[in-house]
């Protein structure tokens, strides 16, 4: 028969261990004697502390074999998310990261954990990140911004869009990793239709200049500027000649 498991930290629970303990001595045809005078006592007692302990030992090894479980499907879950995840500490490094974000980063896990994240980035988005990063752990608000990684193809892939919601309390930072070539890729494109129409209606040139410059003037130029310089150009491009 299965012995019932016994709650390790609250007392209520020490009657319950007290009498399982004494099952096993009596099976074990140790029994308990009669009363305080038998020169038996002692020596009874000190047995039953020690099965007590086993029993408590026991348990203990048990809630851990359930603990290593439950963080294998915890760690099983984290890995399989489909979106970029990364743990930085406050000094930049990495103290987590599941596939998404390494395969997001074009590196390995044994190239990106316990390293510096910003090593990832050109070194011309580091100050921004670094700046990004600050804010994360002394503002402790919201932030997001958009860098380039390490080996940027002149094709335009490895735009790489960081955010998250603010470290943990005396914790790292959980920043969400997103591979935005695409979405850069189609900006590119719109701006390049949006310059050919510039050029065929005489239009002025100034919203294309800032669209161009909000796609290649670095970390310092979210996604919400391209696309809101986009909108000021087809709005003047489309408008009353």
């Known amino acids: ?9 609250t007392g209520g629970d020490l009657p319950l261990l007290r009498g399982l303990a004494e099952e096993r001595l009596t099976d074990a045809g140790d029994p308990a004697p009669a009363g305080t005078e038998d020169p038996r006592w002692t020596g009874h007692e000190l047995r039953l502390h020690q099965e007590e302990l086993a029993m408590q030992g026991q348990e203990l090894r048990r809630a851990l074999a359930d603990l290593e479980v439950l963080l294998a ?13 990364v743990a930085v500490r406050f000094d930049g490094t990495v103290a987590e990261a599941n596939a998404a974000a390494c395969d997001c980063l074009g590196v390995g896990p044994e190239d990106l954990l316990e390293q510096p994240l ?13 700046a ?18 390490l080996d940027l193809d002149p094709g335009g892939a490895g735009w790489i869009h960081l955010e998250g919601p ?7 930072a959980y920043l969400s990793v997103i591979d935005v070539s695409p979405l850069l890729a189609r900006e590119t494109a719109v701006l390049a239709r949006l ?8 239009g002025a040139f100034e919203p294309l200049f800032a669209v161009r410059q909000a ?22 491009l489309s408008g009353p000649a």
Request: aromatic share 6%; net charge positive.
């Open 166 to 172: 603010g470290p943990l309390e005396g914790g790292p």
């Open 73 to 85: 499907r915890q760690m099983e879950r984290y890995q399989a998310i489909p979106a970029g995840v």
């Open 1 to 9: 028969m299965t012995e019932p498991r016994v709650a390790l930290r």
């Open 132 to 149: 990004f990063l600050a804010g994360h752990f002394l503002g402790g608000t919201p932030r997001s911004l958009v860098v380039r990684r």
């Open 195 to 202: 310059e050919r129409a510039a050029v065929l209606l005489g």
């Open 118 to 130: 910003s090593h990832r980035f050109r070194a011309e988005d580091r100050p921004a990140f670094a």
């Open 215 to 236: 796609l290649h003037g670095g970390a310092e130029a979210p996604l919400e500027a391209v696309q809101r310089a986009l909108t000021e150009a087809w709005d003047l």
